[in-house]
C-alpha cells in the first residue's frame, strides 16, 4: 500500500458547470456559527456509466458551498462488468477525479476474500486512494496486505489509503471528526477470511470519546451498517439511539432512499441520518448549521438525480470512461455460441412479468444454473445428487436470443467456485428451512435447487415450514432421510456458511466439504454448450402449500400419579402430553402445583412452535452451562427466534419462577410469533389490577382474555402471582387451539 502524509485540509473549490444545482433551502446561520456541506454516496456497485454527470454535480456543488467534504459509504465492488474485469481500477479513479475525502468499506469490498489472491484487489484500490479509509469496528490485525496500514486511532495526520477508526478534518478553520463503521453481517453475507468485526457500539463510543478528548465536537459517522435493518446487529437508527456525540451519520448497505435527513437523537442533541439509494443513480447533499458548542441547530438535503437528463458530464471525466467502456462493450458482444429460447429470470424481487424472483421464489435461470452446477459435480463426484444456489448470487436476467460472455458475467460477477458438501438429511432439511424462513420477503439466501423437490407452508413459523422434501434419482422421487448421507453441490460461498447457512458452515468446519475450484461463470458456460437448446422452465422443484392434514392425537394414557383425572387442569396437561409439548417433572410425578421455572418455560415455547435448535447459535448466557445440552439448544433457539431475551447480556436465570405478568407477555410473543401477524386490541381487559402495568403487558393480559384463556379471580388478574405448570397446560393448550398456523 502507498500514500503520501495529508494534514486534513479541505480541497479547493472546481471550476462551476454549465448547469446550476438546485440546492436544499438555505439554512440561516448566526454569527459564530460554522455551515458545513456533506455530499455522499452509498452503494454504487460498479455502476460507472453515469459516473461523469456525478463528477458535474460534484463540481457545482463545491462552487456553490465552499466548506464541503464528499464521503461513500461503501460497496463500490461488485455488480457490474467494470468490476468483473478491472476490479475497482476505475471506480478508484474517478472518485480521486472527484476527490473523496474518506470512504468506509461495504460489505462487498470484502467479496475476493475467497478468491485465489484474497484481499489483492482491495488493497490495490486502497494504494491509490487519494482519501483515507475508515473502519472503527474493521480488525485487520490478521491480514496480511493491511496490517500494517490499518491504524486503530483518530487523527488529523493521516496518510492517503491507510485505514483508520477516524480522522479530522479542517475546514474553514473548524475540526470536523468522521469515523467509519463496517456491518457484522459481512462475515456471513461476504468472504472477509481473517478480516474480523467488533461491536459496532462500542467501536462507534471509543471513536467519540477520541475525537472529544482531541477537541472535536463535530463528529459525522460514515457507516455501511443499514439504515433501519436487523436490529439485532447493527445498524444506523440504534447507532444514533445508544451513542451520544454523533451529529450525522452518513449511511449506506440497505439501498435506502432518504430523500430527506431522518432526524434522530433529541431536540437538544439531534443526529441526522442520510442515505443516497443505490447504483450511482443519486448524489445526496446535506446542509447543516453548527454553533459553537458543535449541535446543529439547522439542517437541509436533498439527493440529486444522476441521470437527470440536464446534466452535462464532466469532460475529463467522461474522457477517461471511455478507456474502460470501450472494453466492456467488446466484452458484453462477445458471444458464447448458445441461443436461449425464453428469457432467462434473474430478477431479484417478484416484479419481473411472471410474478417470480430470484430471492422468493423457483425462476427458469435458478434451475439452470443448479442443473449445470450439478452436472459439473457428477464429473468430479458421481455421488452427488443434489445442487443448491443462493438467489443472491444470481444477480441479473439474461434476455432470449444469443447469449453473450458479459451476461453471463453480470448475472455471476462473484467467481464463486465449486464445492462439494456431505451431508445428513436434517441437515439439509435445516438448510431448507433457513431458505424460506424470510418468505414472503425476498432473502439472498433463498435456495434454488436441482435433484430435489420441496414444499413449504408460509403461515407456519419460521423454522418449522418445510414439510415436503423428495430427492431426485433418475426419475424416481423418494423422500429425504435425515440419517441419511447425501453428497450436495454448491458454491463455496454458501458451503461456508454464507448468508447465515449454519448447517452447511458446520460441515465445513468438520472438513465435509471438498472444493474441486471450477468457477460457477464457466460451469455454466461449459454446461449450456451441452444442451440441444436452451429452454428451461419453473418445474414445480419449490412450491408453496399447507402440509396433509393430520388429525389431532386423541386421548392418551398418562403415567402421572399426581393428577386428578377429573380435575380440571386434566384435559388440558392429556392435550399438550399428548402433542409431545409437556411431560412430567419425574416419569410418574407431573408437579400440577409447582411454578413454572423460566428455562421450562422455553422448553414449552420452543416445541410448540417447532423451532429448529441444531443450527441455533450459541447464546452470551452463562448461567445456563449446568441445564442438560437440549435445554440449552432450546434456549438458544429462542433467542435466535427473538422470542425472549436475558435477565442481563450475559444472564438467563433459568431457575427464576415466572410472574403471572411475565407469562402473559409469553403467551402473546407466542402467538404474534406462530400466526405472523401482531395481536391488536381493541380494549384493555377489565381487569382492576392491570392499571400499572406498562403498555405491552397489559396488552399481553388483554389478549389473554379475549381470547378467553384466562378470566382472573374476583376481578383481579394477579400479576405479579407466579404460574403455576397445571396454569401453564391450560393457557398453553387455549392458545394453540386459538393459533390460525397450529
Known amino acids: 500500500m502507498k500514500g503520501k502524509v495529508f494534514k486534513a485540509t479541505i480541497a479547493a473549490a472546481l471550476t462551476a458547470s454549465v448547469i446550476g444545482v438546485q440546492a436544499p433551502a438555505d439554512v440561516q446561520a448566526a454569527e459564530g456559527d460554522f455551515e458545513l456541506t456533506i455530499m455522499h454516496t452509498n452503494d454504487t456497485h460498479a455502476n460507472l456509466d453515469k459516473v461523469a454527470n456525478r463528477a458535474t454535480l460534484v463540481k457545482q456543488i463545491r462552487a456553490e458551498k465552499p466548506n464541503n467534504l464528499l464521503l461513500d459509504a461503501g460497496d463500490v465492488f461488485s455488480g457490474t462488468l467494470y468490476f468483473n474485469a478491472f476490479e475497482g481500477e476505475p471506480d478508484m479513479k474517478f472518485m480521486n477525479m472527484m476527490e473523496y475525502d474518506a470512504m468506509t468499506f461495504g460489505n462487498h469490498e470484502f467479496d475476493l476474500g475467497s478468491s485465489e489472491k484474497g484481499h489483492f484487489a482491495l488493497d490495490e484500490f486502497a494504494a491509490d486512494a487519494n482519501f483515507p479509509f475508515l473502519g472503527a469496528n474493521v480488525d485487520f490485525s490478521k491480514n496480511d496486505y493491511f496490517k500494517d496500514y490499518a491504524h486503530k486511532e483518530v487523527t488529523a495526520d493521516y496518510i492517503d489509503g491507510n485505514v483508520y477508526n477516524g480522522v479530522i478534518k479542517e475546514i474553514d478553520g473548524e475540526e470536523v471528526g468522521i469515523f467509519g463503521l463496517t456491518t457484522a453481517e459481512t462475515a456471513a453475507i461476504s468472504s472477509p477470511g481473517d478480516v474480523e468485526f467488533t461491536d459496532y457500539l462500542e467501536a462507534a463510543k471509543k471513536a467519540v470519546a477520541d475525537f472529544e478528548a482531541a477537541g472535536v465536537n463535530k463528529i459525522i459517522a460514515l457507516t455501511h451498517i443499514g439504515y433501519d435493518d436487523a436490529a439485532a446487529i447493527d445498524n444506523d437508527i440504534t447507532l444514533a439511539k445508544e451513542v451520544p456525540g454523533i451529529d450525522v451519520i452518513v449511511g449506506g448497505h440497505t439501498h435506502t432512499k432518504l430523500e430527506q435527513p431522518v432526524k434522530a437523537g433529541t431536540e437538544e442533541e439531534p443526529v441526522y441520518i442520510v442515505q443516497a439509494n443505490e447504483y450511482n443513480k443519486f448524489l445526496g447533499q446535506l446542509d447543516v448549521t453548527f454553533n459553537e458548542e458543535g449541535v446543529i441547530t439547522g439542517s437541509a438535503g436533498k439527493l440529486h438525480d444522476v441521470n437527470a437528463a440536464t446534466i452535462t458530464p464532466d469532460p475529463d471525466v467522461a474522457e477517461a470512461l471511455v478507456y474502460y467502456s470501450d472494453q466492456i462493450a467488446a466484452l458484453k458482444n462477445q458471444s458464447t455460441g448458445v441461443e436461449a429460447k425464453v428469457a432467462l429470470n434473474g430478477g431479484r424481487s417478484a416484479t419481473n412479468g411472471d410474478g417470480t424472483g430470484v430471492r422468493a421464489s423457483e425462476t427458469n435461470l435458478g434451475n439452470l444454473m443448479t442443473d449445470g452446477m450439478l452436472a459439473k459435480a457428477k464429473t468430479i463426484d458421481p455421488a452427488t445428487v443434489i445442487a443448491v444456489q443462493n438467489g443472491g448470487g444470481i444477480r441479473a436476467s439474461i434476455n432470449a436470443g444469443d447469449i453473450t460472455v458479459g451476461e453471463v458475467l453480470t448475472v455471476m460477477p462473484f467467481g464463486n467456485a465449486l464445492a462439494i458438501m456431505d451431508l445428513t438429511g436434517a441437515e439439509l432439511k435445516a438448510a431448507l428451512e433457513h431458505s424460506v424462513s424470510a418468505y414472503p420477503n425476498e432473502s439472498g439466501g433463498f435456495l434454488h435447487v436441482s435433484g430435489l423437490q420441496f414444499k413449504f407452508d408460509p403461515a407456519k413459523a419460521a423454522g418449522s415450514r418445510v414439510h415436503t422434501v423428495n430427492v431426485k434419482v433418475g426419475d424416481t422421487l423418494t423422500p429425504l432421510e435425515d440419517t441419511k448421507r447425501y453428497k450436495v453441490a454448491t458454491n463455496t460461498f454458501t458451503a461456508k456458511g454464507g448468508d447465515g447457512y449454519a448447517s452447511f458452515g458446520a460441515a465445513y468446519k468438520d472438513g465435509r466439504v471438498s472444493e474441486p475450484g471450477f468457477v460457477d461463470y464457466q460451469m455454466f458456460i461449459d454446461y449450456i454448450e451441452t444442451l440441444t437448446e436452451v429452454n428451461p422452465a419453473v418445474e414445480g422443484r419449490i412450491t408453496v402449500g399447507a402440509a396433509p392434514v393430520i388429525e389431532e392425537p386423541g386421548e392418551v394414557e398418562m403415567p402421572f400419579t399426581d393428577l386428578d383425572e377429573k380435575g380440571w387442569a386434566y384435559p388440558y396437561i392429556q392435550d399438550l402430553y399428548a402433542k409431545k409439548i409437556m411431560n412430567g417433572t419425574t416419569g410418574t410425578t407431573f408437579s400440577p402445583k409447582q411454578d413454572l421455572p423460566r428455562w421450562q418455560a ?112 374476583n376481578g383481579n388478574y394477579m400479576p405479579s402471582k407466579f404460574t403455576t405448570r397445571e396454569e401453564t397446560a391450560k393457557m398453553f393448550s387455549l392458545l394453540i387451539k386459538q393459533t390460525p398456523s397450529k
Do not use: C
Not at 617 to 632: C, G, H, N, V, Y
Open 602 to 713: 422455553v422448553t414449552l415455547m420452543v416445541r410448540t412452535l417447532g423451532l429448529p435448535v441444531a443450527d441455533a447459535p450459541a447464546s452470551k448466557f452463562t448461567d445456563i452451562s449446568k441445564l442438560p445440552a437440549e435445554r440449552q439448544a432450546e434456549i438458544n433457539a429462542a433467542v435466535k427466534a427473538g422470542l425472549i431475551k436475558g435477565v442481563t447480556s450475559t444472564k438467563f436465570n433459568p431457575n427464576d419462577k415466572i410472574s403471572r405478568e411475565h407469562f402473559a407477555l409469553i403467551m402473546n410473543r407466542l402467538y404474534d410469533h406462530a400466526s405472523e401477524k401482531d395481536y391488536t386490541m381493541d380494549k384493555v381487559a377489565p381487569f382492576k389490577d392491570i392499571s400499572k402495568l406498562n403498555a405491552e403487558s397489559q396488552k399481553a393480559v388483554s389478549m389473554l382474555y379475549d381470547f378467553k384463556i384466562s378470566d382472573g379471580w
